[in-house]
């Protein structure tokens, strides 16, 4: 099991108890022709595509669980262990299988997750199934302030969700509070990059996935998710009718673009943060890569490394978070372990739609070890190493990397 300390528990504000009494979805049905994944090892990458289509819809269903008003709650794992509703583990889950949920529980958890929002427009890192909101990573104890990549998520789902639904009624009803979300990410005013402050005690967690790193000074990571949500946020305006306010965020969206191409680049990768874990970031590079973030000639180099450095930054069809021998200069996290070298199945997919730039048949090859190691463990979890796994049936391990897995294939169809 993950590292998840003692946790303290904010007191939900009256917008909660207002969208709790939405209406609960209805039972899911299986697509037609989606059975059980099978138990046969992936020669191909469309069978391993395959597999994880099966396998994530199978677990997003059986992690279902019913929140205290009667609304679906989808925590990040099957079984217990994260006893929450995590807002950027289900955007992951929506980035790599939306046609797994219901368009109600779709608009049901928008709403459930949107109604946490503080009063200074700070969005939740999770939400206990009670309906209390939690607002930094470890259950309250991360940071004194809340997380920094909060709101872009909620962007996401908002985004999602409108993708599937079509829905523009909900999205006039609720853009505005996106917007305010967006106002409250710690940015520097000069760049516009997300900053997290320096010292101690720690201002803020960053990007989730890295809750237990403490990164300071501008963080690429969560500069990045704010440039995905500033575009995002433009299509949601958009589609509310207000044009001019979306172009300003898309304004936005390439002030930071360009921010991050020059602030993190060093040559070959970017780089975590510019003050505290001022290291080369393999996930965040990939990420910009995908995004459409790094510049052509970034995502040569970027592809190149990740081609060249293989065998040091993947195990198992798994990636770390730095290169090869690295670890982050300010942990807790014992070398080796979750967020400080362990190998995760998350980024996958940014990873090979990357590599697949300079070697599409290494990024195949990626995706199938990956798929054939989760058959082979008969578990899917959330990172591991050498004698070493945390968390099993871990949601965003086996939906997340369909995404860029997608993307890779449309690429190469338009060649």
């Known amino acids: 099991m993950n590292p998840m300390p003692v946790r303290r528990c904010a007191v939900p504000n009256a917008l ?13 049905e299986l697509p037609a022709g989606n059975t059980a994944a099978s138990n046969s090892m992936p020669a191909t990458l469309k069978q391993a595509t395959d597999w994880l289509e ?6 997003i269903r059986d992690c279902r669980r019913k929140t205290k008003s009667g609304i679906a709650a989808f925590p990040p794992q099957v079984g217990g262990g994260y006893e929450a509703f995590w807002l950027r583990d289900y955007a992951y889950m929506l980035d790599g299988n939306l046609e797994a949920f219901t368009e109600a529980e779709l608009k049901d958890s928008y709403r459930f997750l949107l109604a946490g929002q503080r009063d200074d427009g700070a969005m939740v890192d999770c939400i206990k199934f009670d309906g209390t909101p939690i607002y930094m990573p470890g259950f309250g104890s991360i940071g004194a302030n809340p997380v920094a990549d909060g709101s872009q998520f909620m962007v996401s789902v908002a985004w999602r969700t409108f993708q599937r639904t079509r829905d523009t009624n909900l999205v006039s009803a609720t853009v505005d509070a996106l917007v305010k979300g967006m106002r409250a990410v710690p940015r520097d005013s000069a760049s516009g990059l997300v900053f997290i402050k320096p010292g101690t005690p720690l201002d803020r967690a960053s990007y989730g996935f890295t809750d237990s790193i403490r990164k300071q000074g501008s963080e690429l990571f969560c500069s990045l998710l704010f440039v995905q949500a ?6 949601l305006l958009d589609a509310a009718g207000r044009a001019a306010e979306a172009r ?10 360009e921010s991050i191409r020059t602030v993190f680049w060093d040559g070959s990768l970017f780089r975590a943060a510019t003050a505290v874990c001022n290291q080369p970031d393999i996930w965040g590079s990939v ?15 970027i592809a190149q490394y990740m081609k060249n450095n293989y065998s040091g930054i993947v195990k198992r069809g798994q990636l770390r978070h730095l290169p090869a021998g690295m670890y982050w200069e300010s942990t807790d996290t014992p070398a080796g372990k979750y967020q400080n070298g362990a190998f995760w199945a998350t980024p996958v997919g940014w990873f090979v739609y990357t590599l697949d730039l300079e070697d599409p048949g290494l990024a195949d090859k990626t995706v199938i070890d990956m ?19 945390n968390v099993s049936h871990y ?20 060649k």
């Open 371 to 389: 798929v054939r190691d989760f058959i082979a463990t008969k578990d899917e979890n959330e990172c591991i190493n050498d004698g070493y796994v």
């Open 395 to 414: 949601i965003a391990s086996v939906a997340l990397p369909l995404d860029g897995i997608r993307q890779m294939v449309n690429r190469r169809g338009r």
């Open 16 to 28: 909660l108890l207002g969208l709790l009494l939405a209406p609960t979805a209805p039972a899911f």
């Open 54 to 59: 099966k396998r994530s819809t199978q677990m």
């Open 287 to 301: 990420f910009a890569v995908f995004i459409g973030v790094a510049t052509p000639e970034q995502a040569k180099a």
């Open 230 to 235: 500033s575009r995002q946020l433009a299509d």
């Open 248 to 257: 300003k965020w898309r304004g936005e969206a390439s002030r930071v673009t």
